[in-house]
């Protein structure tokens, strides 16, 4: 089967892929048993560059603090960093807390539930905007995840596609079908046997129809990507204790972790050794000098493009009052409160190990 495929083809393997069923069983995944549009969103926007395991510790927990669109517009941006805090790319909450807004302010509370106008919110794009109105409304929009792409290319033996063209194909497979099934069968797919590498093909109840099987060459389609060696960034940070209490800095909205909270600290300059970093970010960050103590620990912490070895260091102030001068905000926080408040997860590492010492 080619792209030139025939209407009769296309309406078998759709109906091959309607009654796909996984030979490996899959995580219970809670956001696949609603059709509540605002909970299917917030799953998809968790879902974004992070696994279903880790999303799976995450999305109750939201949902039970904002259980829907006006209980997010109204909570507080250390509300929602708090719950957000260890998924990673935190732009992705701001924009749920500005989503939901207007749609508070623009759709008196209704989700929408018109492509167009989602794709005008913040932070929905076109794969989740085809998500929600094909898992909410059941409306013919492919969902081209990366596992949905793979799969494409694979059932029909075709190297390099645009976005374009896997979308026209995927919907042409969810002409009469259930567009939700078509979607969520094609994911399952991808994910558990049409893998990206070493694909399960004899266990595929595809593989009759499945092009590249056909001619042998589903390990080289879609050719695999190079991967690039992550950076690794050293980094120096510094805990300032005063009785009793950390200093700590709110991060501009702009940037890694915007809005979060941590610990002043920044990145280890050539021919710097950990403990000159620290008193030189600290001067540069707040404007004070301070004396390092002690050690307090180092840490590896791996992020989807760098990794980053993180130095801690207890310090105390020696001299000048802190100002924040890149920070929006500083303050002190006790150990309790700083577990109220939105960290990354390098920096609740640092919290753990001071609860350990305390
Ligand atoms: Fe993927 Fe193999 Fe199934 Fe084709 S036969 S869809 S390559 S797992």
Known sequence: MTDQTTSANYDYLSKLIVAYQSPYSRPDMPWRKTKDPYKIWISEVMLQQTQVVTVLNYYDRFIREFPNVASLAAATEDQVFRLWAGLGYYHRAKNLINAANIIVQEYQGQFPSDFNQLLTLPGIGKYTAAAIMSFAFNEQYPAIDANIKRVIHRLFAIEKLDEKH?????LNLMKGKPSRV????????GAMVCRAKNPDCLLCSLKTHCQAFIIGSQNVIPPPKKRREKQIIQVATGV?????????????????????????????????????????EINEELGIDVKIKQLLMTHKHAYTKFLVNLHVFICEIQKGKPKPKQAQQLRWADLEQLDDLPFPAANQKIIQQLKKEH
């Open 182 to 189: 078509i979607n969520l069968n094609l994911m399952d797919l």
């Open 240 to 280: 300032i204790v005063k009785k009793g209490q950390y200093l700590i800095q709110k991060r501009p909205m702009k940037g890694l972790f915007p809005g979060m909270w941590e610990f002043p600290g920044g990145k280890i300059q050539s021919g710097e050794i950990p403990e000159e970093a620290c008193i030189r």
């Open 166 to 170: 896997i979308w026209q194909l995927t």
